[in-house]
């Protein structure tokens, strides 16, 4: 008489389904000849108890990057930040920059209630460090800091966040930045570089720039109006200013060497935005909708083009703008901060 032994497995398995992906890039000219361009790829997943709850055998992760969620878990972190950035941003001359980022590395993030934050930011230092090939493993106890009024979380937080012990903070300015960050940024995207947006990041053409800065941001976020239900973000970034260009017209093949033939399939939206204003821009190619959009702190008129019906049936996609000299967007406030070996000063 045969016997079979059933073994039954408790296995959380996440849908595609409550989870979307979205990819945008901002397209401004600046004073001087100088061109921004903002990539914006987020991607939302909204099993906020799944990610932090350690009890629960979560292998399947969908869109959302298994590695980068499992060092969330791990370490308890429910909100963390870190930009790469080479360059100074001339906000004097350009206005506020679409993500405030100093030059070198920073992290700061937030960890859950009842986590021990002190010896948890030494395991996310190095996990991060390991994640991007960045030389975080450098940022020492005497280097870590716990602000208190600033540095305040962009999503839901749980706990409270006036207390700075649930908050930790450093940075290396001297950190050198280059295409070994790059290029496992880009392999936490869902469509990578094979397709959508990402297929115009060349780490040549990017990083042969004036300005960039490589961002990670992971939030959580309130998926109802009292945020009794929240979900995870992740928000990728990376934000370059060209150099100055004598030609007065502006493509997509003039800046990063490559056109549009196609938007990322998992993406529920893929846009180009370019900033249209009497004085900046010209745009000659038709868009799909115009739309007022606040960006750098200043709302303006955009032109948005939408990715995959104008690349539908593998059709290329380029815009053909009509540049003239940037008008300064000076802000009204403006803070300097330079940090020069062990001093601080503020002017």
């Not at 950035?85 to 906000?91: C, D, F």
């Not at 920073?106 to 002190?118: D, I, K, M, S, V």
């Not at 908050?167 to 869902?190: G, I």
């Not at 720039?209 to 979900?231: R, V």
């Amino acid at each position: 008489m045969l016997r079979f032994l059933y073994i039954s497995a408790c296995l959380v398995i996440v849908s595609d389904a409550n989870q979307d992906h979205t990819e945008k890039l901002f397209i401004r000219q600046l004073p001087q000849g100088r061109t921004l361009a903002h990539f914006e790829f987020v991607t939302t997943w909204d099993t906020h108890h799944l990610m932090f709850n350690q009890a629960a055998n979560v292998h399947h992760y969908g869109l959302f990057p298994k590695s980068l969620a499992e060092v969330m878990r791990h370490y308890g972190t429910q909100e963390v930040h870190l930009s790469l950035t080479q360059g100074m941003w001339r906000s004097r001359v350009w206005g506020f920059p679409p993500i405030s980022a100093p030059l070198g590395a920073e992290l700061w993030a937030w960890f859950l209630p009842g986590t021990n934050a002190e010896c948890q930011w030494k395991g996310l230092v190095n996990a991060m460090s390991g994640l991007l090939c960045a030389s975080l493993n450098f940022i020492e106890s005497t280097a870590t800091y716990q602000p208190l009024h600033s540095f305040k979380p962009w999503g839901a937080i749980v706990g409270n966040v006036s207390s700075s012990q649930l908050l930790r903070y450093a940075s290396l300015p001297r950190e050198a930045v280059c295409t070994e960050n790059f290029t496992p940024w880009t392999k936490l995207l869902p469509c990578g570089t094979k397709a959508g947006l990402g297929s115009l990041l060349v780490p040549s053409v990017l990083y042969d720039t004036e300005y960039h800065s490589l961002g990670l941001h992971f939030t959580s976020e309130c998926l109802n109006n009292d945020c009794s239900q929240l979900g995870v973000q992740l928000m990728q970034s990376l934000t370059v200013v060209f150099r100055p260009s004598l030609k007065t017209k502006l493509t997509m093949k003039s800046l990063f060497s490559k056109t549009l033939s196609s938007s990322c399939p998992v993406a529920s939206k893929s846009k180009l935005l370019v900033c249209v204003t009497p004085e900046l821009l010209d745009v000659t190619t038709p868009p799909s909708v115009w739309e007022e959009v606040g960006f750098g702190g200043v709302v303006t008129r955009w032109a948005v083009y939408d990715i995959a019906n104008l690349t539908s049936g593998g059709l290329k996609f380029d815009i053909n703008v009509h540049t003239s000299i940037g008008m300064p967007w000076a802000p009204s406030l403006l803070v300097h901060r330079f940090l020069t070996g062990k001093h601080h000063m503020w002017c």
